[in-house]
């Protein structure tokens, strides 16, 4: 496989009645979802309704049911490591980066775990994408900011080269302009590589302004909403 | 006064090899959460090995020492997948008995098989007396551990610093679920882990035995200096399990050479519970800070 060839290719994701939680809270009952290949999908809704759920149970983190569940025609196994290797990457809720390596080695961890084989290129590639990153390189990421360390873990799931990008509330605890350039440099790098994205958020504005679609979890399944409509919003917030 | 120097030395060397098992356990820890306490009954059954090797098949002591390294490393991945990886949600307590309960089985394992005629005579690797500087002399073997601790400290560090593997490690022990979301292979890695500080164990049974004897119980009470050594350092420092594990070994020697072999342990025994008072995090640890 070349560099880029797996970010290029397209893939979609087919999720069919999904049920997932902790031990007997079930969080998800019998949720479908679909993305297609290069969209841009913002998954909204309140506090414990199951977005971090869905996440994880894609990711193979929390055990989970479906009858189907597909990510570029092939399953998705209950492996976060497989998941991975299939092309998809996890920003976790948190930013979770690793605080004692230096960004610099954030983003190579990255790209151990997405098993990349030109790993100079495709760092390069993406440092280019996020410039501000270039100055913190060096330094340990548990030092950073909030907003940097949102960046780092982006920039540590696109060293991957993830077919799809999903990031658990990238917005959470970051000011209105960290919020506002990380979400315009997460899309547009996306949109570049050919990835997709599936981004959950509290912050619905900043979905609407980003994604293709925003989808709301309500009672643990997926409705589609228009985020400019305010009235819908609120009756499914409420 | 050259005395005590060369008692110094010596301990230096002591401390080193405490230092090794020391580094192995906290490099255990600190990836998997869980204190081994088989650690010293592995490096004994691992000298037993070389020792079987020699006496029972015949190999000269180089051969056994391959014969023994391969094994221990083995050994460590058998161990890993047949007592610890089985049923994680049982908790890291439930994981660390486990390691006690592997450490007794292993000891009888050895009464029993070797217990009858111990404790054996080893052979030393260097023989000689080893270097005259000023008044004193440093014998032979202490250097060859000094060397020895040198190159697998100095591999190991730079294995850590700029390795793949050495950084997957660094991560699965900061954030062993942020490591396996990142799509790093855990089980392989912790496998790995355990085969190298199996073979640390052993490679000090091998310069131990030769002045200590070879016993099923002979790592057991270096086992306890090395877990002061290790509180010393700081618990989850890699070298500060070493500097820990020096002091200790210098400590200990020079008071023993000093006064006598039960003031020796009483020193020791003493400062672990006043670094325990005075810095709990240890001299090279971090305080425990959790972050609301």
Request: net charge positive; hydrophobic share 50%; glycine share 12%.
């Amino acid at each position: 496989m070349t560099a880029g060839s797996r970010a290029a290719a397209s893939a979609a994701l087919r999720i069919s009645n999904l049920r997932a939680g902790y031990g007997k809270a079930r969080v998800l009952h019998g949720l479908d979802l679909a993305v297609e290949p290069g969209e841009m999908v913002g998954v909204a809704g309140p506090n414990g309704v199951g977005k971090s759920t869905l996440l994880k149970a894609i990711s193979g983190l929390m055990p989970r049911m479906a009858d189907r569940m597909e990510f570029g025609g092939a399953p998705l196994k209950q492996s976060p490591v497989d998941a991975v290797v299939q092309g998809i990457a996890h920003v976790p809720e948190g930013r979770r980066v690793l605080a004692d390596l230096t960004v610099e080695e954030n983003l190579r961890i990255g790209g151990i775990g997405g098993r990349v084989q030109d790993f100079a290129s495709v760092r390069q590639g993406v440092v280019d994408r996020f410039p501000s990153i270039v100055p913190l390189l060096h330094r340990k990421a548990g030092l950073l900011s909030g907003g940097q360390q949102q960046l780092v873990a982006i920039a540590r799931g696109l060293v991957a080269q993830p077919r799809l990008l999903m990031v658990d509330e990238l917005s959470l605890g970051l000011s209105p302009t960290a919020v506002a350039s990380i979400s315009a440099a997460t899309v547009s790098s996306c949109r570049e590589l050919g990835a997709s994205l599936l981004w959950v958020d509290q912050n619905l504005a900043i979905l609407g302004k980003h994604c293709d679609r925003v989808i709301l979890l309500r009672d643990g399944v997926a409705v589609d909403i228009d985020p400019r409509d305010t009235g819908a919003t609120n009756s499914a917030y409420f | 006064m050259g005395l005590l120097l060369s008692a110094g030395i010596s301990g230096i060397a002591v401390g080193l090899l405490y230092g090794m098992i020391g580094f192995a356990i906290v490099m255990l820890y600190k990836s998997t959460g869980v204190a081994n306490f088989a650690q010293g009954t592995l490096a004994t059954l691992g000298g037993f090995v070389c020792w079987a090797s020699m006496t029972d098949l015949g190999l000269p002591l180089w051969a056994a020492i391959v014969v023994a390294l391969v094994a221990s490393a083995v050994l460590g991945v058998a161990v890993y997948f047949v007592v610890i990886r089985p049923r994680p949600s049982a908790g890291n307590l439930n994981i660390t008995v486990r390691t006690l309960g592997l450490s007794l089985l292993l000891l009888a394992v050895m009464e029993w098989r070797w217990g009858a005629g111990a404790p054996y005579r080893f052979p030393a690797i260097v023989e000689g007396t080893g270097v005259q500087v000023a008044d004193f002399v440093v014998p032979a073997q202490s250097l060859l551990i000094a060397a020895v601790a040198a190159a697998i400290m100095g591999t190991l560090w730079a294995l850590f610093r700029y390795s793949n593997v050495g950084l997957s490690f660094r991560a699965m022990a900061e954030q062993p679920d942020t490591a396996r979301l990142l799509g790093l292979p855990a089980t392989r890695l912790s496998a790995a882990t355990w085969a190298i500080s199996a073979v640390l164990g052993t490679v000090v049974a091998i310069l131990l035995a030769p002045s200590s004897f070879l016993a099923p119980s002979t790592m057991e009470s270096y086992l306890l200096f090395t877990f002061t050594g290790i509180v010393l350092g700081g618990l989850t420092s890699l070298p500060g399990a070493l500097l820990g594990s020096v002091i200790v070994g210098v400590v200990s020697n020079v008071t023993i050479v000093a006064l006598s072999l039960e003031a020796g342990v009483l020193v020791v025994f003493a400062l672990l519970l006043v670094v325990m008072l005075l810095r709990p995090q240890g001299l090279l640890g971090r305080p425990e800070s959790v972050r609301l």
